[in-house]
C-alpha cells in the first residue's frame, strides 16, 4: 500500500507541476501578450510623429525654396539695375566724347570752309586778274 500512496502522491505531484507550469506560461503569455501592445503602441507613436516631422520637415523646405527663391529674385533685379545704370553711364559718356569731337570736326570743318573759300576767292581774283592781263 506504501507503493500505492507513493504513487498517487507521485502523481498528485506531478498533475500540480503539470499546472504550475501551465499557470507560468499563462503568466508569461500574458506577459508577452502586454509587451506585444506596448511595444505595437510605441510604434504608433514613433509612425506618428515621424509623419509629423515629415510634414514639419517638408514645411521648412517649402519655405526654404520660398525665401531662396526671394532672394535669387532681389540678387537677379540688384545685378539687372547696376547693368542697366552701368550701361546709362556708359552711354552718357559716349555721347559726351561724340559732341566733343563733333564740337571739334565742326570748328575744323569751318576753319577749313574758310580757307577753302579764302583760297577759291584768291583763285577767282588771279583769273580775273589774268583776264584782265594785269597780273
Known amino acids: 500500500m506504501d507503493t500505492f500512496i507513493d504513487k498517487l502522491a507521485q502523481k498528485f505531484t506531478a498533475q500540480e507541476m503539470i499546472k504550475a507550469n501551465m499557470a507560468?506560461?499563462?503568466?508569461?503569455?500574458?506577459?508577452?501578450?502586454?509587451?506585444?501592445?506596448n511595444y505595437e503602441s510605441m510604434l504608433k507613436e514613433f509612425k506618428d510623429?515621424?509623419?509629423?516631422?515629415?510634414?514639419?520637415?517638408?514645411?521648412?523646405?517649402?519655405?526654404?525654396?520660398d525665401s531662396l527663391h526671394k532672394e535669387n529674385v532681389k540678387v537677379y533685379r540688384n545685378v539687372q539695375a547696376a547693368i542697366n545704370?552701368?550701361?546709362?553711364?556708359?552711354?552718357?559718356?559716349?555721347?559726351?566724347?561724340?559732341r566733343k569731337t563733333s564740337k571739334k570736326q565742326g570748328v575744323f570743318l569751318k576753319v577749313m570752309s574758310v580757307l577753302i573759300?579764302?583760297?577759291?576767292?584768291?583763285?577767282?581774283?588771279?583769273?580775273?586778274?589774268?583776264?584782265?592781263?594785269?597780273f
Not at 49 to 65: C, P
Not at 126 to 132: C, K, P
Open 24 to 37: 507560468a506560461e499563462a503568466k508569461e503569455n500574458r506577459k508577452l501578450r502586454e509587451q506585444i501592445e
Open 49 to 65: 510623429s515621424s509623419i509629423g516631422n515629415k510634414e514639419y520637415l517638408e514645411e521648412l523646405f517649402t519655405k526654404a525654396d
Open 85 to 98: 545704370d552701368g550701361l546709362k553711364e556708359q552711354t552718357e559718356t559716349l555721347l559726351e566724347e561724340q
Open 117 to 134: 573759300f579764302v583760297a577759291v576767292l584768291a583763285d577767282i581774283a588771279l583769273q580775273v586778274l589774268r583776264i584782265l592781263e594785269i
